[in-house]
């Protein structure tokens, strides 16, 4: 029986390895794809059948893809946003996810709940809304529309309350008797052993504002203003008789890159955050 059992769970391992390598290069594949196309010439970019290996490799698509749009410009917009509001959300959401896990007030359940169903409404449903406010504040095609809706969400407080209800109590106990007050709690005690968590909700929330199209489209027209997504439609209001594909995988290519950097650099604290959240202790 137990030569049996070894036998099933040796099968069951070697079959879930050869299904995860198949969902995994089927996930990597429009990557490999993307680099393929922005080293390939105009001429071979739809050549049927496919080809990843280009036959030319054309570096110079790379140069003359950040030439076509203002890269420089696009690329700082992008960051200085990204930036702004994954330190933004950090903050207020750090802070609220300690106040719905570890103080005790009147209608606190109730309240998260009602802060918590704000995630089942889509963006698509608050767009109306969203601009007529932006349009009174006077933010339309500024930056301000990007950034300050959103220095919070619904689920960053959810995940750090998650969080936070796995850490004992009684470190809360300990730092009163020494007599700190809320504040030295949570930035000297809490946020100092939720770096998974932190790392956790930074690189969503980087990944997430760096690549949103829709709102910035909405409410950005200014090119000195626009995102790295915006930019890569300009190469079709560029040209109108053709989209040059090649350039445009080329600057996509460039912008995943620094995705790729920060997820790498935060990856093991992005994991243990995964496995930790939820958990409650």
Not at 253 to 279: A, D, E, M, N, R
Request: net charge positive; aromatic share 14%; with cysteine.
């Amino acid at each position: 029986m137990g030569y049996q059992s070894t036998k099933k769970n040796i099968m069951g391992d070697i079959i879930a390895y050869i299904l995860l390598s198949i969902f995994g290069v089927l996930m990597v594949l429009p990557f490999i794809w993307m680099v393929s196309t922005s080293l390939k010439p105009p001429e071979e970019v739809f050549v049927f059948p496919p080809e990843f290996i280009p036959r030319h490799i054309a570096w110079g698509n790379y140069i003359r893809a950040l030439e076509e749009i203002p890269y420089k410009r696009l690329l700082f917009n992008s960051f200085y946003i990204a930036i702004t509001v994954t330190l933004g959300q950090l903050l207020t959401c750090s802070l609220s996810g300690y106040a719905f896990s570890r103080l005790r007030f009147p209608g606190r359940d109730v309240l998260f709940l009602i802060y918590l169903a704000t995630m089942m409404v889509p963006l698509q449903v608050r767009l109306v809304p969203l601009y007529i406010m932006m349009s009174r504040f006077h933010w339309i095609d500024t930056h301000y529309a990007l950034i300050v809706p959103a220095l919070t969400s619904a689920w960053g407080t959810f995940l750090a309350r998650q969080f936070m209800l796995t850490i004992p109590r009684e470190l809360d106990e300990a730092a009163r008797i020494d007599g700190c007050n809320y504040v030295d709690i949570v930035f000297r005690i809490i946020l100092p052993i939720s770096k998974p968590l932190l790392a956790t909700l930074g690189i969503f929330t980087f990944i997430g504002t760096y690549s949103d199209f829709l709102w910035p489209l909405i409410v950005i027209s200014s090119v000195s203003l626009k995102t790295i997504p915006l930019g890569l439609i300009m190469f079709q209001e560029r040209i109108y008789l053709e989209t040059p594909w090649n350039y445009v995988m080329a600057a996509s290519t460039v912008s995943v890159l620094p995705l790729l950097i920060i997820f790498i650099l935060g990856q093991k604290y992005y994991v243990k955050g995964i496995v930790t959240t939820g958990l409650k202790g």
